[in-house]
């Protein structure tokens, strides 16, 4: 998959509890009635976590990144690496339909 015809993702934050939510959902998860706030995830995020699954067609490395100061937890395809450790830092970017990936910060 190519990366640069990816975007920084957009995270959501409630403006009245200011819990932050990823990906964005039309319904707000704190149950609270307002339009959130949308901001990209502009810093890298610190591998929590992560795994190998391998299919016929390869192999496909999966991380838990954190960003925010741990604040979100995102899983997904980690883009242009074989390989990923623990604390290892990546960018967390987004297609036009909605699918997101992990991508390295370097």
Do not use: K
């Not at 339009?35 to 391998?54: C, K, N, Q």
Request: with cysteine.
């Amino acid at each position: 998959m190519r990366i640069d015809n990816l975007v920084r993702a957009i995270y959501a934050r409630c403006p009245v509890c200011n819990e932050a939510t990823f990906p964005v959902h039309p319904l707000s998860p704190c149950g609270h009635e307002a339009d959130a706030i949308l901001s990209p995830l502009e810093d890298a995020g610190e591998v929590f976590s992560w795994t190998r699954t391998h299919q016929s067609d390869g192999a496909t490395v999966i991380a838990m990144t954190d960003f925010l100061g741990g604040e979100l937890r995102v899983t997904a395809p980690v883009l242009r690496l074989d390989d990923v450790a623990i604390g290892d830092r990546l960018f967390v970017l987004s297609r036009d339909d909605g699918a997101f990936f992990l991508a390295p910060a370097s």
